[in-house]
């Protein structure tokens, strides 16, 4: 059985920085494409980046920058560093594991997922 468990969420003003972690079980994350996706209220869940198996890393153009994933393969778990928050990166973050060719910007590629963790940033 695999599962994803995302923690580290949380409420913070803009300028400030969380680490996301995604815990992993049943997979070996090294061998996966680590994605990160996001949900606000009443919009679409969007990518936000992605740690290929390579160690190569895509992020979505407002995160650049500011986010940064990486794994730490002893404890099979992904981070997400989020620094210089902002207000509209409040929302529900997910983490998600894929394997072989594809677009892994699209949450189709992707076979598991987390829980999610809330993510607030106040003004």
């Known amino acids: 059985q695999v599962l994803l468990v995302e923690s580290g969420g949380g409420l913070v003003q803009a300028g400030d920085s969380l680490r996301l972690s995604c815990a992993a079980s049943?997979?070996?994350?090294?061998?996966?494409?680590m994605g990160w996706f996001r949900q606000a209220p009443g919009k679409e869940r969007d990518f936000v980046g992605v740690l290929y198996w390579t160690g190569l890393t895509h992020y979505r153009d407002s995160v650049k920058g500011r986010f940064t994933i990486y794994r730490d393969s002893a404890n099979n778990t992904v981070y997400q560093q989020m620094n210089s928050l902002k207000p509209e990166d409040t929302a529900v973050y997910f983490c998600?594991?894929?394997?072989?060719?594809?677009?892994?910007?699209?949450?189709?590629?992707?076979?598991?997922w987390g829980q999610g963790t809330q993510v607030t940033v106040s003004t």
């Open positions: 998600a594991a894929g394997s072989g060719s594809g677009n892994y910007y699209r949450s189709s590629k992707y076979n598991y």
């Open positions: 049943g997979i070996i994350i090294s061998r996966y494409g």
